[in-house]
Nanobody, 123 residues
Framework: VQLQASGGGLVQAGGSLRLSCAASGLTFSGYGMAWFRQAPEKEREFVAAINWISDSTYYADSVKGRFTISRSNAKSTMYLQMNSLKPEDTAVYYC?????????????????WGQGTQVTVSS
């Protein structure tokens, strides 16, 4: 199983980025998916999640209204559209997959993790 996160970069405050998480080696359509992030010297925190059939999503309060999670089961890929970025969004962003098909806002229930992609927002 491999989750490949990409799309990170350096952007000014107020700008946008779109992250992607390409999955292989698993039946993607059956997995609940999520994005987490980790800033230096901080714990990994939940950002957004989506269930296996995309009829339910969940967001951290800090990103609600600015970020949108989506997925394409045909492409085995999950996305995170990030708008109105703030310096406090700076972190390494990780994608995660849960075999149950549901989503969770804690780290432990996820079975697989990607390697992370760096997002840096300058003020």
């Amino acid at each position: 199983v491999q989750l490949q996160a990409s799309g990170g970069g350096l952007v000014q405050a107020g700008g946008s980025l779109r992250l992607s998480c390409a999955a292989s080696g698993l039946t993607f359509s059956g997995y609940g998916m999520a994005w987490f992030r980790q800033a230096p010297e901080k714990e990994r925190e939940f950002v957004a999640a989506i269930n296996w059939i995309s009829d339910s999503t969940y967001y951290a309060d800090s990103v609600k209204g600015r970020f949108t999670i989506s997925r394409s089961n045909a492409k085995s890929t999950m996305y995170l559209q990030m708008n109105s970025l703030k310096p406090e969004d700076t972190a390494v962003y990780y994608c995660a997959a849960a075999r149950s098909g549901n989503y969770y806002y804690t780290v432990k229930p996820y079975d697989y993790w990607g390697q992370g992609t760096q997002v840096t927002v300058s003020s």
